[in-house]
């Protein structure tokens, strides 16, 4: 079957689900499948739709179908010394690029570099009535019309089926290092606070039971200088780039489902000056992008996490484990609810895709 005949099956099959009110729940390779509310519906695969379209190293773009492996993309960005800078969790070998764009997830990189929606360049996505909407472009400089192309980062798949995106992809640093403090949670939080307003290149930050892990990314000799500047101990570059990776894929003790066994897993975020979270303990917590992810294991429930984050000036998600009826996400302000609403009707009028994954009435 041709990339056409496959986008024209997409069509009919939406167009089918529509017309009869069927749900579908749009699917990669399920590497996700616990992230949200419970999925419904009939699942619309998207792994046929699959492969690079365009990749133009010099001018640091590619675009690939929403079913390509995320592996297959990050080789060959290795391949031209190029990197995804927003460092997104794979969570499994069947990651694909639809997934990545729908959950909106990034990793330890993200406080420096940019969330995911801020490489999203372009996109082309198939909407309730079967029709292939493009938006944004190839470019780093496209301004026409709305920015759905963003909006459709952590999307969850609400609003139709990603076909194509277009990602800016940046050069992996000439020269990096690892850095490891041992650090009290307020200390490290003052510290990470300072370092921020200044000319430092910190790529990455993790504390957890008592100790501050740094990475540090860039020239030679901006790196070489930081490290002086900072102290601390130097960890070998194995031994680094196994830790990030951990970090990122939440093999970390605290992150990882296997050892949680059901435990609820939180994430808030928050401004990074937030306070110390004395309340919790320290061992049950692990903080990242220099403050403003703060990961916390624990029953706790819902109301008692999101009040404290909005107390803060954030919110909670419950991420992994625990009881998804009071919802996942921290719920919307009333104007935002019908914005999120509105948009469901606009690209989904029928209701059918991924309905409930997000929120439960939409």
Known sequence: ????????????????????????????????????????????????????????????????????????????????????????????????????????????????????????????????????????????????????????????????????????????????????LELSQGDALLRLNKWAGQPLPLSASSWHGGALTLRLSGAEAAVASAVRHIGGEVLDASVADHWWADLREQHHPLLDAVRLEGMPLWRLSLPSTAEVLGEFGEHDQLIEWGGSQRWIRGDFDAQTMRSRAQALGGHATLFRGGDKASGVFQPLAPAVHNIHRNLKQYFDPAGIFNRGRMYQDL
């Open 1 to 180: 079957m041709t990339m056409e005949d496959q986008v024209k099956q997409f069509s009919e099959r939406i167009v089918d689900a529509t017309v009869h009110g069927k749900p579908l729940r749009v699917r990669g390779g399920g590497s996700k499948d616990w992230y949200g509310q419970p999925a419904a519906g009939d699942i619309l695969d998207t792994r046929a739709y699959s492969g690079i379209i365009a990749y133009e190293p010099t001018e640091l773009v590619m675009t690939a179908r929403c079913g390509t492996p995320m592996r297959e993309i990050e080789q060959a960005l290795a391949a031209q010394g190029q990197m995804l800078a927003f460092e997104p969790p794979h969570f499994g070998e069947g990651a694909t690029v639809g997934g990545m764009l729908a959950s909106g997830l990034s990793g330890p990189r993200r406080a420096t570099a940019g969330a995911l929606r801020d490489f999203v360049l372009g996109a082309v996505l198939m909407d309730g009535r079967g029709e292939a909407l493009r938006f944004g472009g190839q470019v780093m400089k496209n301004v026409a019309g709305y920015d759905v192309s963003r909006l459709l980062a952590g999307s969850m798949g609400m609003l139709g089926l990603v076909l194509e995106v277009s990602l800016k992809v940046l050069p992996k640093p000439v020269a990096e290092k690892t850095l490891r």
